[in-house]
C-alpha cells in the first residue's frame, strides 16, 4: 500500500513499486488495444492472443491501482472517485471474456470497446491533470509547464 507524497517524485526510478507497475500495465493496455480492436482481424489466432495479453495488463493496471491511494484529494480511506474505473474494469474484463467464449461478439466488442474508452483513455486523462500525481510529475517535472 503506497500513500501518496505531497510533491511528485523527479524521476521513474524514484517512484514506488506500485506506481512504476501502473504505469508500464497502463501504458501497455493504451498502446496495444487500438490494434486489437481496431486493427486487428477479429477471432484470429493473433487477435486472440494480443486479446488475452490485453485483459491481462488491464488487469494489472487495475489491481495495481489498488495499492495506489491518495488521502490529499476527496477519499474514503485513500480510494479517491478516480478507483471507480478500477471496479469497472475488474467487473467488466471477465464479462466481456465470458461473452467472447460464449460466442456473443457484440457484447464482447462492445464490453472491451467500453473498457479502453473508459478505463484506459478517461481514466488516463484524469490521471494527468495537473493537480493528481502523476500529472505533477508530467507536466512540472518533465515537461517543466506547470
Not at 495479453?53 to 480510494?79: C, E, K, Q
Not at 479502453?116 to 500529472?135: K, M, Q
Request: with cysteine.
Amino acid at each position: 500500500e503506497y500513500a501518496m507524497p505531497p510533491l511528485p517524485a523527479a524521476s521513474f526510478a524514484s517512484l514506488a513499486p506500485a506506481i512504476q507497475a501502473h504505469i508500464v500495465f497502463a501504458l501497455g493496455a493504451l498502446a496495444l488495444g487500438p490494434w486489437v480492436l481496431w486493427g486487428s482481424r477479429k477471432g484470429t489466432p493473433a487477435h486472440r492472443q494480443a486479446g488475452y495479453l490485453w485483459v491481462l495488463l488491464m488487469l494489472g493496471t487495475a489491481v495495481s491501482s489498488l495499492f495506489i491511494r491518495d488521502f490529499r484529494l476527496l477519499n474514503l480511506a485513500g480510494y479517491t472517485p478516480i478507483h471507480l474505473f478500477t471496479a469497472f474494469t475488474l467487473v467488466m474484463l471477465p464479462l466481456a471474456v465470458v461473452a467472447a467464449m460464449r460466442g456473443r461478439v457484440q457484447t464482447h466488442r462492445q464490453a472491451m470497446r467500453q473498457l479502453y474508452i473508459g478505463a484506459c483513455v478517461i481514466a488516463g486523462l484524469f490521471t494527468l491533470l495537473p493537480g493528481r500525481y502523476l500529472g505533477a510529475l508530467l507536466w512540472h517535472h518533465t515537461l517543466g509547464w506547470v
